[in-house]
């Protein structure tokens, strides 16, 4: 049974920074995919970040620049480095991780940007 569980979420002022983890429950290579996504209230989930088995990575335009994704294989964990957090940031992030099979998600967490 894989696990996806996520931290570092949190309430921030607009500038600010977060730094989202996501710990995977065993080997990190049996991932072909992994990606941050986020759903805000009333809107539909969207594409942050992703990064592929060969390190290929994607960002949403929305991030570029500010954002960061990165994976540490020794320690099986995903990770989102956010800079420069605007208020339209704000949102539910998940964490995936898919094989050729299937896709598994986190339970999500919270980043808010708010003065």
């Known amino acids: 049974q894989v696990q996806l569980v996520e931290s570092g979420g949190g309430l921030v002022a607009p500038g600010g920074s977060l730094r989202l983890s996501c710990a995977t429950s065993g080997d990190i290579f049996r991932f072909n995919s992994m990606g941050w996504h986020r759903q805000a209230p009333g809107k539909e989930r969207e594409l942050v970040a992703s990064?592929?088995?060969?390190?290929?990575?994607n960002y949403a335009d929305s991030v570029k620049g500010r954002f960061t994704i990165s994976r540490d294989n020794a320690k099986n964990t995903l990770y989102l480095q956010m800079n420069s957090l605007k208020p339209e940031d704000t949102a539910v992030y998940y964490c995936s991780a898919g094989t050729y099979v299937t896709t598994y998600w986190g339970q999500g967490t919270q980043v808010t940007v708010s003065s």
């Open positions: 990064i592929a088995g060969r390190g290929w990575i």
